[in-house]
């Protein structure tokens, strides 16, 4: 991953954003929309960019351009370095593959005392019962 290459591919929009913030939020576009395109992108590898198709299914649009915005200070410069920030922190997130599996056995130790306290609470449960009168 080139996170100088990356940048470079960012798309910006600035749009007004919502919320309270009297007059003043009528007239500013303070909300920053980033778009990036995976397909497209020199900064990463193409293993890199199947790990983001199969981890970001579900935040990546039909032709394959990611959306984030942002919208947190009434700065727009300051929601630009936002949206750029929770953009590389969304992708290095999204790149590290979980650590394999891999199946073992119970130690012999552990099984042993796993049987002896099963034979420990059996008997325990078995003195709570009324005694047979046979």
Do not use: W
Request: net charge positive.
């Amino acid at each position: 991953m080139n996170t100088q290459l990356l940048l470079k591919e960012l798309n910006f929009k600035a749009i007004r954003s919502s919320g309270a913030g009297g007059q003043h939020v009528n007239k500013v576009s303070s909300k920053i929309e980033l778009y990036f395109n995976i397909e497209v992108s020199e900064g990463l590898s193409l293993r890199e960019k199947e790990l983001l198709y199969k981890n970001l299914a579900n935040r990546v649009s039909k032709d394959n351009i990611l959306m984030l915005s942002c919208d947190e200070s009434r700065s727009q410069h300051r929601n630009k370095e936002l949206a750029i920030q929770r953009f590389f922190e969304l992708i290095k997130q999204k790149l590290v593959r979980p650590k394999v599996r891999r199946a073992t056995k119970p130690t012999r130790g552990s099984v042993v005392r796993k049987s002896e306290n099963k034979k420990r609470n059996s008997q325990k449960k078995a003195l709570r019962k009324k005694p047979k009168l046979d």
